[in-house]
């Protein structure tokens, strides 16, 4: 498969400009992009002939940059395991995590990460593609979930994050009945002193925002669907917590549950803006069979 490229021609109003101001302005290049492709004999191309930054250029030409690394450099091992592929092009994959696969490998879990997964997946599909997330999903959340190709793509996804053009929306069983049924949580979360891994609401913490709305109520519980305009290390899990709302078998934040073996959120809805050509893209996972059962009157 050959390098994926992204490339303009030079439109009159253009012309005389150097490389680096279009680079920047109408690609929209960070600058640790830029130092990444210039030492790259095809990173940066006029007319198929690779030029510096300060080249100047001429209406008609054609200006393109090798969006794909010619060396995959995570060092993230491919394993083959199984991958619920929602979509998939030379830019990005949308997966639907499963619960229990973390995102990507950490101690404990070298081995069994969705990175590992797509990277033996690309082993096979994309040789040229890496692992280059956009977010995470905790271990225990399951559903939608984006990962960039390389790193331009990455780098403007991350860009969007918590704006508009960057949607997501979760569902979440928690305990209790959540009053008022519809609000916006805006309380800060910072470590907890006695865990590395543990979070809590404090004043010392950094701003977080949680929307929510109840969708329905079951067996003493709230299906909630909630957006983040702020994205903390287990928002969701730390703010209903601090309501007195746990998440349903979230063993760090309230209680685990025999059978379940997870906090019960699921990221149900993603939209995106495409980072390279700007398609408006949209998917839904509904909640899984497992989470609805726990607002029925009988949980098998």
Request: aromatic share 4%; hydrophobic share 35%; charged share 20%.
């Amino acid at each position: 498969m050959s390098a994926r490229r992204l490339a303009i021609q030079i439109e009159p109003e253009w012309a005389g400009q150097p490389v680096n101001n279009l680079l920047r302005r109408r690609l929209g290049l960070s600058g640790t992009l830029l130092r990444r492709l210039k030492w790259l004999e095809d990173g940066i191309l006029l007319d198929g002939v690779r030029v510096t930054t300060r080249e100047i250029v001429r209406a008609g030409q054609t200006l393109s940059v090798r969006l794909s690394d010619p060396t995959v450099k995570s060092g993230i091992p491919p394993v083959a395991l199984p991958l619920d592929l929602v979509y998939e092009d030379r830019d990005i994959v949308i997966v639907n995590k499963a619960p229990g696969m973390p995102s990507h490998p950490g101690p404990g879990h070298w081995q069994d990460s969705l990175g590992n997964a797509l990277m033996a997946h690309w082993q096979e599909t994309d040789p040229e593609a890496d692992f280059h997330p956009v977010h995470r999903l905790d271990k225990g959340t399951s559903g939608l979930m984006v990962a960039a190709k390389h790193p331009y793509a990455q780098d403007r996804l991350r860009q969007a994050l918590h704006s508009g053009d960057f949607h997501r929306e979760y569902l979440a069983v928690c305990e209790g009945m959540l009053s008022p049924a519809e609000g916006v949580i805006d309380l800060p979360i910072g470590r907890c002193p006695d865990s590395v891994l543990k979070r809590q609401v404090t004043p010392e913490g950094q701003r977080a925002i949680t929307r929510y709305r109840t969708v329905k109520t079951g067996c003493g519980r709230t299906l909630a669907a909630l957006t983040l305009e702020t994205g903390r290390t287990h928002q969701i899990r730390v703010h209903l917590a601090h309501l007195g709302h746990p998440l349903t078998g979230d063993f760090l934040y309230g209680q685990e549950l025999p059978g379940l073996g997870r906090p019960s959120l699921h990221s149900w809805k993603l939209a995106l803006a495409h980072p390279v050509t700007g398609e408006a893209l949209s998917f839904c996972q509904p909640l899984p069979p497992e989470l609805g059962s726990l607002l029925a009157e009988e949980r098998l």
